[in-house]
Structures are given as C-alpha cells and as structure tokens.
C-alpha cells in the first residue's frame, strides 16, 4: 500500500516536546518529506532525507524514520510552530506522489 | 533563490478547461533532477497531488485525474502550465505549483503560493 497516515490533530505544551508520526508501507523504500502549512500560506518543506533541515528552518525541528514510520520532533514547542503538517512520499510505482492527510498540531 | 508564482482565471465555468500557468524565476525549468508539479488543496481539505513534468519531458499524473490533465512545460518563458478539462464545482480549490527535487530522495523544496480556482457558473 501507498497510503500514508497521519494522526488528524495532535497538541503540545508552550516549550515542550511534541512528535508528529506518519506511517506507511512505502516508507521502508522512500524517506518523507516534512511540510508546515500556516492559515492561508503554501506548505513550507522543513525535513527531508535522513532527517535534513532546509536552511532557514529552526533545530528545533528533527526528523527520524524506523521500519515504517516517519516522525517529526519539536523540541521545544513556539507558538509560531502552530500548524498543519503533511508528509509525502513517491507512491509504490515509484511515479506517483502521495501525502499524508496532515496533522494539525496546536501549541497551548 | 528558486521562485514560482502561479497565475490563473480565478472563476471557470463548470464543464470548461482550467488553465494555469506557474512561472519559475531563479533557476531553467529544464535542469537538474526536477520535477515541476501541480498539487491543489480543496477548501478546508489536505494536499492532493495532481501531476508533474520531469526534467527529461516525461509526465506522470494522479490516476483519479489522469483523463482530465495535461501538464506542459514552455521553457523559453521558463513555464510550467497544467489544464484541467470538464471541471466541476468539485476541482474549487487552491491550486499550487512546486519543484520536488529528485536528488538523493524525493521532496517538495519550493512552493509557489498558491492560486484559488473557483468553479460555478
């Protein structure tokens, strides 16, 4: 299957940690893309690869991959972290692009 | 710098063709290991992948569009064009425009912001 799958909403304490997870079969072939989408603004990568960071991208921002699971990490939790977040892959085909159905994390 | 803005009718007409047009600006539409893709967020709604252009000219589209797309690429204006045909209030949505980038994985690096595309008559 290609499907990826993501928790719909997920919340964090003001300067905690939080991990969004994706979990997929194609995961095992293909590393995920990381994307933040603010109300109103186009999705912005923050984690690509073996876990890489755009520049520009805070540390706070990690990502890690196991088996079939991606995950993105914040540590330490801004306000301005406030967001949807979607991963994507190539599909099974190898040709095809799939996302995940986002998260929408919530900074308390 | 890599740039991407789309542009579009803002209002099409159901059972017409969408016409879009992205144009890049900061690096050739024709280099590299790219593919120049479309993707569109119905309101409220996820992504959704529509299709690409790869770097050699080869197209790839979401078998749920398939019979609908066609996606083009002028590289003398340095463009990425996408047409949607027979639309539907269904195809309303933001629609996007971005460069995944092939090297070493696959991943979405540049983003256009965005065109809203409304369907009503």
């Known amino acids: 299957s290609s499907e990826l799958t993501q928790d719909p909403a997920v919340s964090v304490a003001l300067g905690q940690t939080v991990t969004i997870t994706c979990q997929g079969d194609?995961?095992?072939?293909?590393?995920a893309g990381w994307y933040q989408q603010k109300p109103g603004q186009a999705p912005v990568l923050v984690i690509y690869g073996k876990g890489n960071r755009p520049s520009g991208i805070p540390d706070r921002f990690s990502g890690s991959s196991s088996r079939d699971t991606t995950s993105l990490t914040i540590i330490g939790a801004q306000a301005e972290d406030e967001a949807d977040y979607y991963c994507?892959?190539?599909?099974?085909?190898?040709?095809?692009?799939?996302f995940g159905g986002g998260t929408k994390l919530t900074v308390l | 710098q890599v740039q991407l803005q789309a542009s579009g009718p803002g209002l099409v007409k159901p059972s017409q063709t969408l016409s879009l047009t992205c144009t890049v600006s900061g690096d050739s539409i024709s280099s590299g290991s790219f593919y120049w893709t479309w993707i569109r967020q119905l309101p409220g709604k996820g992504l959704e992948w529509i299709g690409y252009i790869s770097y050699s000219g080869s197209t790839s589209y979401n078998p749920s569009l398939k019979s609908r797309v066609a996606i083009s690429v002028d590289t003398s204006k340095n463009q990425l064009s996408l047409k949607l045909s027979s639309v539907t209030a269904a195809d309303t949505a933001v629609y996007y425009c971005a460069r995944e980038n092939g090297s070493g994985s696959y991943y979405l690096d540049y983003w256009g912001q965005g065109t809203l595309i409304t369907v009503s008559s």
């Open positions: 194609i995961l095992r072939r293909y590393y």
């Open positions: 994507n892959s190539r599909d099974i085909t190898g040709y095809h692009v799939v």
